[in-house]
């Protein structure tokens, strides 16, 4: 893995100031420039089994030893005798570099419109162009037709993507003082960005992308490489080779390797989109403010990322339907695709507590009631969780994952509280002399944090709808309401979940239990601290502090095991990542 990075930024503002407006007028552009080497197995890979009968076994003198039909292990004997069941190589053949540009605009005016209201009105416009490749060594592919797309041969350099110059960003805000110390807020505002950031997007495919599979257990021999099959052999280098040909429909197509797994970003990829919302309710009493908003984001044209779109809908029979793009072109197996038809949506209730410094005592709360809903699978959880199953026909994918998928989101918690206090007595202020290093400097903190669980989906251990390129990670059929055991228990001695809640769907069938069905365990952690300060000469101080983390040892445990027909499944067997147990900390500060 090589990355090279540069980013140009060229802007400028203009702020005018007149009467009751301040109006902001700028605009600029970044230019980015980034190269990126990248191969999956680089050195290849040599396997060695002996369990199945496509795999040839040691022969001595002759005869063949070993079975061909059982794990005895003729495997390890194929591996002394440098005699590989198969053999693979994915390499990168380019340092590819990527060329983007990215201008925008704004003009905003804050207008005090009367003593008590002011507005915030503006608005924003941005363009984010179509990756290109400096030397066009991308490719993309058209789902309908089953075309590979290769800039300078049968595409645009952006193969096929078209820029878009619609995206327009209204925002507005305004303030208002009603008297009494309350203060009324809202605002909504749109803000567009680039969806196909991630490293998979960037249309490294075939035939830039060369790579090398052959051997006994592979259909295809390596002797179609050059004078390659065994260890001492070596790896053979996968070439590039761009042929094109014309379908039988006319189309220029392009001659790759079979079998070969493509990325796809739709012909009419869209920059996402993010609306966002609030109206907040301020009031001071004495020295305590209180506040309640609601809060809101809405998302569209998220990027969506199925990590395999060539499927079809279960066939409800053995037989299982064929690959929709594979018919299309027999040359293409796993396609993982780029859509910009994600949806997201936030909603919360947030009330918060603030107390000012009084009489030695900070205190600062909040609490927030929330849903957060989506079909988009978080970043680096892609596939799991019975994601993308239902896929089917190019015409239907988008709505089919919409349907299926459509649920709380993996990061909805819907109650969280938090409280900090920090107390520094003050009734010794007055004491003087000795005992005043003893009595004075003091401060005491604590910070508590409590919420409810995170999501889990539960999916089958095996496959069973029998779609082609679906092994696993389906979800079974919920057969009952409740989820919950009816006395939820943590560790391998009692259940979480009501285990007789799911059952495996039919054969050759998709189940009915949702994304994201219910929530894990929550979490409660409560940290102290005790700060004493002592005054030295010429301005300088020490400062020790004892700070207590997770104090009542309180575990947060991660959900329970949700694969269906596990040994452990139902069951709390390990804590969350990033789950501490109590620790405590002792440290002396000079401070001068």
Partial sequence: ??????SYLYKGSLTWTHG????????????????????TGPRG??????????????VVNGTAVGSTTLNDGAGLANLLLGSPSALSRSLGAFASSYRTWEPGGYVQDDWHAIRRLTLNLGVRYDVFTPKVEVHDRIGNLNIFTGQVLVPGMNTSRTTGLNTVYSDVAPRVGFAITLGHEMVVRGGYGISYFPGDINSGALLKNPPYTPSVGCGPSTGTACSAYGSFGTLDQGMPVPAVSVVATTTPAGLSSVTILPGTSITEIEQNFAPSYIQQYNLIVEKGIGKNTVSAGYIGTVGRQIAMNPQDINRALPSGTATANPRPITQLNPNIGTVTAWLSEGRSAYNALQLTFQRRVSNGINVNSGYTFAKETDDVNAAGNIGS??????????????ANIQKYDHSAGDFDV????????NYAPTFFDSVTGYRAVVAKGWQANAVLTWQTGVPYTVTNATGRTGIIGLASGERPDRVKASLKAS??????SG???????WSSQ??????????????????????????????MPKKTNIEFRSEFFNIFNHPTFSNPVTTLGSGNFGQITSVAAGSQPRQIQFALKYIF
């Fill in 506 to 535: 039919a054969l050759y069938t998709l189940g009915n239990s949702a994304r994201n069905v219910g929530y894990g365990p929550g979490a409660t952690i409560v940290n102290l601290s005790l700060f004493k300060t002592f005054v």
């Fill in 385 to 398: 969780g019975g994601y993308n199953t239902l896929i089917g026909p190019q015409a239907g994918i988008v």
């Fill in 45 to 58: 890979t040599f396997t060695f089994v002996g369990a199945t009968a496509s795999v040839a076994v040691p």
């Fill in 495 to 501: 259940y979480w979940l009501d285990t007789t809640a």
């Fill in 487 to 492: 006395t939820p228990a943590v560790g391998t």
């Fill in 20 to 39: 009751r407006h301040n109006v902001k007028v700028g605009g600029g552009f970044i230019r980015r420039q980034f190269t990126d080497m990248q191969s």
């Fill in 414 to 421: 819907k109650h969280r509280f938090y409280a900090a206090l």
């Fill in 1 to 6: 893995l090589s990355e090279l990075d540069n």
